[in-house]
């Protein structure tokens, strides 16, 4: 891949399906590579360090933090921080593959101030939708899916600060519409992927 070879951004509602979308994508363009991020976290069995995660120590994390190697990191309320080390796109980009991102919003944005290349996508869907699909995963309590349907609001108001939105109310038209962008700004950068 060139240098100037878009890194794909993508970000969302919680719940808008932005996994599902991503992995539609790498089955129709399988050049495609997630970036993986960087965590403080221990790793839980069955996790692979540059699979699922780099998992690094407090120390080194602070360490990179200084060295300004990361392009955006969160700190979560109980203390564990993750972020995407700017080694992660020279890495996919070395391999000849075309780097995507899946990250929260403010990350989204943070990459976007600073790699020009970044092609950023907001990810919504009805809020009913989102709703029932909050509802169907059963992983949080009533209380948390109102919480997160509360910050879904909030994220949709940011939707403008992003190059592309795309409603996934139909998930085979939403994938041709992200697979036919990222074509589409491939073939702009000069950059065609293999069939």
């Not at 200084?66 to 080694?87: C, I, K, M």
């Not at 990459?111 to 029932?132: G, H, M, N, Q, Y």
Request: hydrophobic content about 35%.
């Amino acid at each position: 891949m060139s240098p100037r070879t878009p890194v794909f951004v993508i970000t969302g509602q919680s719940g808008a399906g932005k996994g599902t979308l991503i992995r539609e994508l790498f089955q129709r363009m399988p050049d495609c590579e997630l970036a993986v991020s960087a965590t403080t976290r221990p790793k839980r069995p069955g996790e692979v360090d540059g699979i699922h995660y780099w998992f690094i120590s407090n120390q080194e994390f602070d360490e990179r933090l200084r060295a300004d190697e990361f392009l955006e990191y969160h700190v979560f309320p109980w203390g564990q921080r993750s972020g995407t080390l700017g080694s992660e796109l020279h890495r996919i980009a070395g391999l000849g593959r075309i780097c995507v991102l899946e990250l929260e919003t403010e990350g989204a944005l943070a990459v976007k101030e600073v790699v020009p290349e970044a092609v950023t996508f907001f990810i919504t869907a009805p809020l009913d939708e989102l709703e029932r699909r909050l509802r169907e995963r059963a992983t949080e309590s009533s209380g948390e899916i109102e919480e997160r349907l509360a910050v879904a609001r909030d994220q949709w108001r940011e939707r403008d600060r992003f190059d592309h939105v795309i409603a996934n109310d139909d998930l085979e038209r939403a994938v041709d519409t992200l697979e036919s962008i990222v074509r589409r700004e491939l073939e702009a950068a000069g950059t065609i992927p293999q069939p």
